[in-house]
């Protein structure tokens, strides 16, 4: 499995411009003008896991085959979405859809690049998108409310679950905070994820600096820092423009690039690393003289699980996992070598899959 992250913010702060370069395309016009990108564009991208080369070198594997994530590009928000001020009813609807949200920030200074509020500030750029999801949260839970209580009076139990975390929810988007603060026992969890709320959704603040400042940010990333560390919530500092120069480039290139800009790594490479710990998934390998591939799953997923990701017979007729750790696979120089030193292991039911595991499932069909 993989997920879906909306990559949202105030028009004209490079969202357009890093989808591009997370798609490799130029399908997302980057112009500057409000509103540019009309209608979400979606794109796939391959997960970066160089432990997939490295198992795929070692089984001569025909195939690589990555792991894979979809990002959105939404349509800029203005202040008033929630009341359906711009392209707000679009935005909000869209955003329902996605899995996490990565809220792109502007912390450059261009004066020939127009701010849409006229000034350089992230924070307050924050503040504004978490403002209008919340009054638009709101909104969403009293027209609910209304709606469900002649069922809560009628002792409807799914009714009255719904409206006792719906009231939490509203008390703490009243409170001026979003929804996601709530504390969510596992027995409501499926009917929490239910209601929808927008500030709910897991939030991965993107820092887009200039070129010069890609390596270290600045004043204005560091202030994001600090909010997201107040909140709970992570950030990344890339530069979109250096980000989309980079995917144009072949990969020899791109590292060449990478150090001549102090850069240990693509900055894309930490956004996707930084979702996959926003969502809490992992990476496990199948491994052949076919095909090398990578799988995500959550964090926690069992092995007739994991399994049902490949196919949904693997998960029903499980019967146990052959599994090597990532480590001993490399070190040991493949999967006979690791089973003749006594490090393939057979898993059964109850095995929680690891990040990293080589896996080969047995099942009947």
């Not at 638009?136 to 609910?144: C, F, M, Q, T, V």
Request: proline share 4%; hydrophobic share 45%; with cysteine.
């Amino acid at each position: 499995m993989g997920f879906k992250m909306g990559i949202v913010g105030l028009p004209n702060v490079g969202k357009s411009t890093l989808f591009n370069a997370l798609t490799k395309t130029a399908a997302a016009q980057a112009a500057n003008f409000p509103f540019c990108t009309i209608e979400p564009n979606v794109g796939e991208v391959a997960v970066p896991d160089t432990r997939l080369d490295k198992l795929a070198a070692i089984a001569a594997s025909k195939q690589i085959i990555p792991t894979r994530m979809t990002f959105v590009d939404i349509a800029g928000l203005v202040k008033g979405a929630s009341k359906g001020e711009g392209l707000g009813n679009q935005f909000l609807a869209n955003i329902r859809e996605v899995d996490a949200i990565a809220h792109v920030l502007r912390c450059f200074e261009d004066g020939d690049v127009t701010h849409v509020e006229g000034r350089v500030d992230p924070v307050a750029d924050a503040e504004t998108i978490e403002t209008e999801l919340m009054l638009a949260d709101i909104e969403s839970i009293e027209k609910r409310l209304q709606n469900i209580v002649r069922k809560v009076r009628g002792g409807d139990k799914e009714a009255v679950q719904q409206e006792r975390l719906m009231r939490a929810a509203l008390a703490a988007l009243e409170d001026g905070q979003p929804a996601r603060v709530v504390d969510v026992d596992d027995e409501d969890a499926k009917a929490w994820a239910m209601l929808q709320l927008l500030t709910t959704k897991p939030v991965l603040y993107v820092c887009n600096v200039g070129e010069s400042e890609a390596a270290e940010g600045n004043a204005h990333s560091a202030a994001v820092a600090d909010m997201a560390a107040a909140q709970g919530n992570s950030h990344v500092v890339i530069s979109a423009q250096i980000e989309e120069e980079i995917s144009q480039l072949e990969p020899d290139e791109a590292q060449m690039f990478l150090e001549e800009m102090g850069l240990a790594e693509a900055g894309l490479d930490r956004l996707i690393r930084a979702g996959y710990e926003l969502l809490h998934l992992e990476t496990y390998f199948t491994v052949g003289p076919k095909e090398a591939r990578a799988w995500t799953i959550p964090t926690g997923t069992s092995a007739p699980r994991a399994a049902g990701v490949i196919h949904g017979d693997f998960e029903k007729g499980f019967i146990r996992a052959e599994t090597i750790a990532y480590d001993d696979f490399v070190s040991l120089g493949g999967e006979q070598p690791a089973k003749e030193a006594g490090k393939m292991r057979a898993e059964g039911k109850g095995y929680i899959v690891k990040d990293g595991d080589v896996l080969h499932f047995l099942f009947n069909t």
